[in-house]
């Protein structure tokens, strides 16, 4: 699936100018003169960065980053204004923005914020990725697996694990053995690693 860069600004000579530069850069895509038809149409699963208007006419450019948060998996955002605002571009900046673009736009500069965006959307979908497949492991562990997990993950010994949870250390690695092949890993540094990339607290 190729990557899309949707352009969002209600200046249409903006938008020819922009696409023209990213297609010469080889990337697709996608320009909509307003917010309201961007999210219209706008397919979070597709790959892809937002440029867009900080000020538009209806949804203005913060708003949309907030739906685009709340809605679609925040996909990366790059902002262009033609104000130099500056403290809307600190809140835009603190909301998770990529970068803040004044107009008129050097290409370079474009073209470097739309490649940190593509690396920015790429790690966070193989998190996503991780993170759903890991979720479906730890649906095979029993209640009771899912506590010497979360001691595991502490650095616990199994005697100690034992001693917490009222049971016999050969119990204990019985059930420790059951977590690793459940969750496909080799190790407990491999295991606190996994856990680590997902975001796993334990509840212990």
């Known amino acids: 699936m190729s990557y899309i860069t949707f352009l969002v600004d209600d200046d249409g000579g903006v938008l020819k100018a922009l696409g023209r530069l990213l297609r010469a850069a080889g990337y697709d895509t996608r320009a909509f003169a307003s917010a309201q038809r961007f999210l219209a149409e706008y397919d979070g699963n597709v790959p892809g960065c937002v440029i867009m208007d900080l000020t538009m006419p209806g949804l203005d450019g913060l708003a949309l980053q907030q739906t685009l948060a709340e809605t679609y998996a925040n996909p990366p955002v790059i902002f262009l204004t033609g104000t130099g ?36 959307d790429e790690a966070a979908r ?39 949870l009222g049971t016999v250390e050969k119990t204990i690695k019985v059930h420790r053995g059951r977590v690793m092949a459940k969750l496909e890993v080799r190790s407990v540094a491999e295991l606190v690693r996994l856990t680590e990339r997902v975001g796993l607290r334990p509840m212990a």
Request: proline share 3%; glycine share 4%; no cysteine.
């Open 126 to 164: 193989r998190a996503r990725r991780d993170r759903e497949a890991f979720d479906l492991r730890m649906a095979k562990l029993t209640p009771r697996e899912r506590q010497v997990l979360d001691h595991v993950v502490l650095g616990r010994l199994n005697k100690q694990i034992a001693a917490t």
């Open 85 to 120: 605002d500056i403290s809307r571009s600190v809140q835009a900046m603190k909301a998770g923005a990529v970068d803040f673009l004044t107009k008129p736009v050097d290409g370079k500069q474009l073209l470097t914020a739309v490649e940190r965006a593509r690396l920015k």
